[in-house]
Structures are given as C-alpha cells and as structure tokens.
C-alpha cells in the first residue's frame, strides 16, 4: 500500500493489497457448451492505484470487473479486499458502466442521491453530498435538469457524481466513455483524473482504448481473448494531473505503438493455442 507525505507518495509496508485475485477463473455454461471467459487471473491493486484492463471486445475484461464488483461468482480462484474474501457487492465498492443508469423520473440531484438512500443519513446530509459531488463535476447549475434533457457527457458526469457522493474508496468503471464523441471523451478523461488526483480512491478502468489506458492509469493491464488472460502489463510514472502535451508527447506514442503491435499480434496468433471451449 502506498500512502501520501507531504505530497510525495511513500510505502507503507504490512497491509494487504485492497483487491487482489487470485487464479481467477470464469466458466460460463450454455445448452452446448462451456465457455472460458476468464482464464487463470492473478491482479493486485494496491489502495490509492489506478488501474486499466486493455483489450479487444470479447477478451473478458467486463466479466473480470463484474467478478469484483460481486455481480457474478468465479468459477475458480479466490477475490480479496483489503485481504478478506467477500462473496457479495459491498458499499466499498462503486461501479459505473457504460450506459448511464439514470432513472428518467428523477432530476439530476435525486439521480445522484439515490445513492445514498436508505443508509441512515439525513435529507440535509444527503442533499449536501450529492451537491459537493455535483460541483466536484461541474454540473452544480443542472441540479434540476432530467436526464431527457441532458447530453452524452453530461449523463456521464452525473454517473460519476453519483459514484463521489458514495464515497466509497473502491471504483470500478467499465468503458464509461466508449459512447461519446472524441472531444467530449477526451473532456471526461480529464475529469476523472483531475478528482483521482484530488481524493486517490482506487480505480480499475474497462477500455479498448489504448491512447485512454495510457492517459488515465498508472498501470495498463493487457487482456487477451479466447479464453480471456493476463498477456502484458506497461507501468507509467507520469503524475497527475496529465497534460495535452504529454499525451502527444513520443514516450506516449512509443508506448502506443507498443500496445497496438502487441494486440495486433494477439489477433493474429488467436488464443496461442488454448481454446475459448472446454
């Protein structure tokens, strides 16, 4: 675990990574088959890290973070937090996917604050949480707006508002941004860096985006499909917040066309002799 000291980040030696998998295996059954979507797993994400899973559609990355949200048991293998195995989703743990799960009947506020209900708290503090979390995404002025009335991006800004009012140390976030246009997808990434910046929960990111995976983590976690695995991991030293220029800059196109070689290969080579069936 890493932990912040005078605004430098140092180790903090004895605690349990806050997630870790352990041969993280997922078989899904149908009439005529077994099909192997996940395939020996083993991540650890230390408190505080902000994590990518790269790669193709179909490589079992949305099925991985569905295993640690709780949504779906492994097959095989074990998923710890903060080294306790937990079988069920638990309110340390807040996930955002990539269509917004707003409900039309409520305003942009009540979207948010459906999040806190039923947790014992009062109106005013719910009402409170979900404004900070609102003015921490820029949509203070649309408290009143529904969602009928709101853009792409803006509903995802409202997601993500949510997912700060639960305060909850733990994100998951499954291609949140693969709908919207590139200017606008470019805008959230910045966002979302900037508030990772600011309160360092941890982060495990869906993308097929390889320019994204490298903007936003600070480790990239390539995944391959048929049957889905672990093939490669690229850590990045940059800090927070990231700049334009250093998304343009060449150690992020090196490391681009790195990635993109890498699965172009993948593709090429199909499952390196392992079968999606068994």
Sequence with gaps: MNVEVSGRMVAKVGRAPVIELRD???????????????????????????????????????????????????????????????????????????????????????NVTIALENRGLGRAQVDAQAERALEAVGLSQFQNIYPSH????????????????????????????????????????????RLYSARRFSIIFVTHSIEEALFASQRVIVMCARPGRIVHEVKLDEGYPRTFDWRLSDKVAALRRELHQLMRDLDAGGSGGEDARV
């Design 150 to 193: 709101l853009s792409g991006g803006m509903k995802q800004r409202v997601m993500l508002a949510r997912l700060l009012a639960m305060n909850a140390p733990v994100m998951l976030m499954d291609e949140p941004f693969a709908a919207l246009d590139a200017i606008t997808r470019e805008q959230m990434q910045d966002l979302v860096t």
């Design 24 to 110: 993280v295996s997922k078989v899904h059954k149908t009439a005529r088959q077994m099909i192997r979507a996940v395939c020996g797993a083993n991540i650890r994400i230390e408190a505080g890290e902000f994590v990518s899973l790269l790669g193709p559609s179909g490589c079992g990355k949305s099925t991985l973070l569905g295993l640690v949200a709780g949504l779906d048991q492994p097959t095989s293998g074990t998923i710890t937090f903060d080294g306790l195995q937990r079988s069920t989703s638990d309110r340390r743990v807040a996930v955002n996917f990539q269509e917004p799960a707003l409900f039309p009947w409520r305003d942009t506020k009540r």
